[in-house]
């Protein structure tokens, strides 16, 4: 039986969804994890020794790829992770632990082989051109005894998960008798296993409850071209059959998704169009949000709608970026009005990185802000120009009593979040406590500190965290310098 559902039909049931209840949840990712890094510099010559630009070199960032991929989407969503995967005994895997453990990940799964590389792959990007890609990997089947200490870790962890998700890149970690048994020992568990496939032979994944494979990649495994839907639901019913899946998910890009079950097709066509700037990492944000929903005990319709939902965000962003919990909730609501650049704290440790992977240097700065005056317009403006991004903390209401007393802040909050949000200088905002500094410097590393001229650079909180990873303190000029409590007191005296 073969029919078709909207997503708005489909997605209706969700809309009181709880969302924090996937911080309940905890999943092994099981795959190959990668390093992407990229080297960001300037184009001002050709090379005398080749016809080839020479990239000076201004800066380099890295973020998690591959299985790591999957691994950002479902901490953005709240959800507790485990990893296991393979890596090299080298900087590459000191690097891909250091990410891990930013996101709050143990990184212990990653299995350590002194005779493989990492999987590296790294971008030489001048003036905003990707010049090369250079890829460092060691792509041969994982050695025996790696299958077998990754099994028997597996086996230790599945007491504690609600689901498996299987990141397959064919880099030799998920040999076929280690996918087998991972599957074999969380099936017999009750769990649900999510495998984003690789390859034309997809044998080892039988007996997984959905595998994700895109439009091409069915087509690879069925071993020809699949014309129109009916031919993709009748090869891809087929394949399921075949290898015993309880479901198969289909994305077909802008056309949406085909969930193939025993009791026929479900068609989730794309959300509203939108422009599509990147398709990169969106099958990622797919596995880990099917994973996560079935994990929290949706059932396959609902899963495969909401990772629709969740696609259609992630491809209006450019680059690899996740989908964040309050962007999910927001599109569940349909508030498509909401102020987006008022971000909690979570969120920026996931947007920061996409951003810096994106070539984005970060100016950061924070304060009171009570009674925003045109000092302030201008300390921020004039801050902007510094980078690519500006993200300002506001004190919270009670961290600005703590500082400057009894009677203040004069304007709440919220009213000052939205305040500077207005403001087109400012890309995020976000509320946090002062005591908090260390920590948020330390996640986000921006590239710039701002504070007011009028403040020693020697008493800028937070300047030799800055300072250890390279930033460096800005001190912006304030010619005209505006007492907000002597403001105050005039209001005051004048009101009386």
């Not at 003036?127 to 025996?144: G, L």
């Not at 299987?166 to 495998?195: F, M, Q, W």
């Not at 909401?306 to 569940?332: D, R, Y």
Request: net charge negative; glycine share 8%; hydrophobic share 45%.
């Amino acid at each position: 039986m073969n029919f078709e559902l909207s997503s708005d039909v489909s997605l209706e049931r969700l809309r009181h969804l709880d969302l924090k209840r996937f911080a309940q949840a905890r999943l092994l990712v099981a795959g190959d994890f990668m390093l992407d890094e990229y080297i960001w510099g300037k184009v001002g010559r050709i090379s005398p020794e080749a016809p080839v630009v020479v990239v000076q070199v201004e800066r380099e960032t890295r973020t998690l790829g591959g299985a790591g991929n999957v691994v950002n989407n479902l901490r953005a969503l709240g959800a507790q992770v485990d990893v296991l995967g393979l890596v090299g005994d080298d900087n590459p895997a000191r690097l891909l632990k250091e990410e891990l453990v930013r996101l709050g990940v143990d990184p212990q799964g990653l299995l350590v082989d002194p005779r493989r590389q990492t999987t590296r792959k790294t971008r030489v990007v001048g003036d905003h051109q990707q010049v090369v890609r250079i890829d460092r990997e060691t792509a041969t089947p994982a050695a025996a005894h790696l299958y077998e200490a990754a099994s028997a870790l597996a086996a230790a962890r599945l007491p504690a998960l609600q689901a498996l998700v299987l990141s397959d890149y064919d880099k030799g970690t998920l040999v076929p008798d280690l996918v087998r048994d991972l599957i074999r020992l969380a099936r017999g568990r009750g769990l649900p296993v999510v495998v984003d496939p690789k390859g034309n032979d997809y044998a080892a994944y039988a007996g997984a409850t959905v595998v994700t494979p895109n439009h091409k990649e069915l087509e690879a495994a069925v071993g020809r071209p699949l014309a129109g839907q009916e031919d993709v639901v009748a090869a891809g019913q087929a394949l399921r059959e075949r290898l015993s899946l309880e479901a198969l998910l289909v994305t077909q890009g802008a056309s949406g998704m085909t969930l193939l079950r025993v009791d026929g097709a479900l068609r989730l066509p794309a959300r509203t169009p939108r422009e599509v700037f990147d398709v990169s990492g969106a099958g990622d944000t797919v596995v880990a949000v099917v994973a996560l929903s079935l994990a929290s005990g949706l059932d396959l319709a609902d899963a495969a709608a909401l990772a629709n939902l969740a696609a259609g965000v992630v491809v209006t962003k450019k680059g690899t970026a996740p989908i964040l919990l309050s962007e999910m909730e927001g599109e569940l609501r349909a508030h498509v009005h909401r102020e987006e650049k008022i971000v909690t704290l979570q969120d920026l440790k996931f947007i920061a990185p996409h951003l810096k992977a994106l070539g984005k240097r970060l100016v950061f700065t924070n304060g009171c802000f009570d009674l925003l005056h045109v000092g302030h317009v201008k300390f921020l403006e004039d801050s902007r120009r510094l980078g690519d991004t500006l993200i300002v903390a506001v004190d919270a209401d009670a961290s600005v009593r703590r500082v400057k007393g009894e009677g203040r802040p004069v304007i709440g909050e919220a009213q000052r979040l939205h305040m500077l949000a207005a403001l087109a200088a400012v890309d995020y905002v976000t509320l946090f406590d002062s005591g908090q500094l260390p920590e948020i410097l330390a996640a986000l590393k921006p590239d710039v500190l701002t504070k007011g001229s009028n403040f020693p650079e020697e008493e800028v909180a937070g300047r030799e965290i800055v300072a250890s990873y390279g930033g460096r303190v800005a001190l912006v000029p304030i010619s005209d310098p505006v007492s907000i409590t002597g403001l105050i007191n005039r209001i005051r005296q004048n009101s009386d």
